[in-house]
């Protein structure tokens, strides 16, 4: 069983950065694929960003992509995701997902064995 618990959602304005945590409790995340996503209200839950067990393989949705940055550091099991130029439309619950198998390029969330709870993002205008 693994456990996420994401961090670093809050209010910013449009322009603006966040830095979000997902860290591991009682497991340790260093072989697992890991990913980011997004839920608007009233809206799917949307993928973000994803990352390989080892790190050096990254994938983002068109969307974010020259905006966002999925990272992990296994020895701390946590994983990251810094969001720049942040836009309205950006506002959601992200949620950290963990998948057993290690690749990095999962793009659906009915792959990913393990959710976290989320954090809110706003972002005002």
């Known amino acids: 069983q693994v456990q996420l618990a994401e961090s670093g959602g809050g209010l910013v304005q449009a322009g603006g950065s966040l830095k979000l945590s997902c860290a591991a409790s009682g497991r340790t995340l260093s072989t697992y694929g890991m990913g980011w996503f997004r839920q608007a209200p009233g809206k799917e839950r949307e993928f973000v960003a994803a990352?390989?067990?080892?790190?050096?393989?990254?994938y983002y949705a068109d969307s974010v992509k020259g905006r966002f940055t999925i990272s992990r550091d296994n020895a701390k099991n946590t994983v990251y995701l810094q969001m720049n130029s942040l836009k309205p439309e950006d506002a959601a619950v992200y949620y950290c997902?963990?998948?057993?198998?290690?690749?990095?390029?999962?793009?659906?969330?009915?792959?990913?064995?393990?959710w976290g709870q989320g954090t809110q993002v706003t972002v005002s205008s």
């Open positions: 997902a963990a998948r057993i198998l290690g690749g990095g390029r999962v793009i659906t969330s009915y792959e990913y064995d393990y």
């Open positions: 990352i390989n067990w080892t790190g050096f393989s990254t």
